[in-house]
């Protein structure tokens, strides 16, 4: 009797351990790292090729390797390409884990509306060392991928938050700090200082499209406000108070090259733009990774000056 019963117990228990191992976890997409920490192998990710329109598999290192050398000159030193290559990574990782490019069904474009740039042609040795040395780093904070911005010069200083660069509110981003740029020091003239002019005509095309406003005849502009870095937030053009993020996206942002402005108001009929800096100003300055680059920084240190509290994993080896 004591043999029965205790037989009867120990089958339970195998039956209950092998459909415990034969059900399955939670879904994840095949091939992705899931949680902080572990290290899992390397994914292959679906991309769209935006110059065919094919689709193709593609693993994620190899893949990088065109982003970097897109995003970023493959001339610099090495260690500023593999900082690139961190938040590239990072910047990957955090979109497939949001969905990818849901219109394609794919989890990457080289469309740069769509994703991140893309440019194999330019790719070299100094790219693809820089990617093979970081390989598998993603930067985190408290476990979540971070947004991983970037900018080409912070015009001596980076933004203090998301919304002072990028108006960008959809979640809370405290990594973000400011920063003094030390890319401003050997970073290309018309960085230091640039002046743009725009015809009446195309800012009131472009303020209707950013604020959805008709700013009537463009007779005056100025900023109304500015963030912690200085960098203008809010202008008022006309009749209509907007975004500054906002209305360079609109005008063109290789022509107003930053928010970080000197001058803003409508002379001779047109609107009149000078200030320093290119880009957002949120995040890594590509010109200050490079400075600090030279310096002998390592790519990890780079990241690190640039964004607050983060640490940067190895997700896969």
């Not at 920063?179 to 095309?205: C, H, L, M, Y």
Request: charged letters at 25%; one cysteine or more; glycine letters at 12%.
């Amino acid at each position: 009797m004591w043999y029965r019963k205790h037989l009867v117990i120990l089958l339970v228990v195998v039956a209950l351990a092998v459909l415990s191992a034969g059900c399955p976890g939670p879904a994840r997409k095949p091939g992705v790292p899931g949680g902080p920490g572990g290290l899992r192998q390397e994914p292959t990710i679906s991309l769209f090729i935006n110059e065919t329109g094919e689709k193709k598999n593609i693993k994620i290192e190899e893949y990088l390797e065109g982003v970097v050398a897109a995003e970023m000159d493959p001339s610099w030193e090495i260690n500023a390409l593999a900082a690139q290559a961190i938040l590239a990574r990072t910047f990957t990782m955090k979109k497939i884990q949001e969905g990818g490019v849901r219109e394609r069904g794919v989890d990457a474009s080289t469309d740069v509306k769509e994703f991140q740039a893309y440019a194999p042609e330019k790719i070299n040795d100094r790219v693809r060392q820089a990617v093979r040395m970081t390989r598998g780093e993603v930067v985190t904070y408290k476990g979540n991928y971070i947004n991983g911005w970037f900018h080409a010069d912070g015009g001596g200083k980076t933004a203090a938050s998301a919304n002072e660069g990028l108006a960008f509110k959809k979640e809370p981003t405290p990594y973000i700090k400011s920063v003094k740029d030390p890319g401003f020091n050997i970073t290309v003239p018309e960085n230091k200082s640039w002046t743009a002019r725009f015809p009446a005509e195309q800012v009131r095309a472009a303020v209707k499209q950013s604020a959805g406003q008709d700013p009537g005849s463009i007779t005056e502009a100025r900023v109304v406000a500015r963030g912690p870095s200085g960098r203008a937030t809010t202008v008022r053009v006309g009749s209509v108070t907007l975004s500054a993020p906002a209305l360079r996206l609109a005008l063109g942002n290789d022509q107003m090259r930053s928010t970080l402005l000197s001058k803003f108001a409508v002379e001779g009929g047109a609107l009149v733009v000078s200030g320093r800096g290119y880009g957002h100003g949120v995040g890594m300055s590509q010109w200050g990774a490079r400075a600090m680059a030279q310096q002998g920084k390592k790519p990890e240190d780079i990241v690190n000056f640039f964004f607050r509290g983060v640490i940067i994993e190895k997700r896969w080896q």
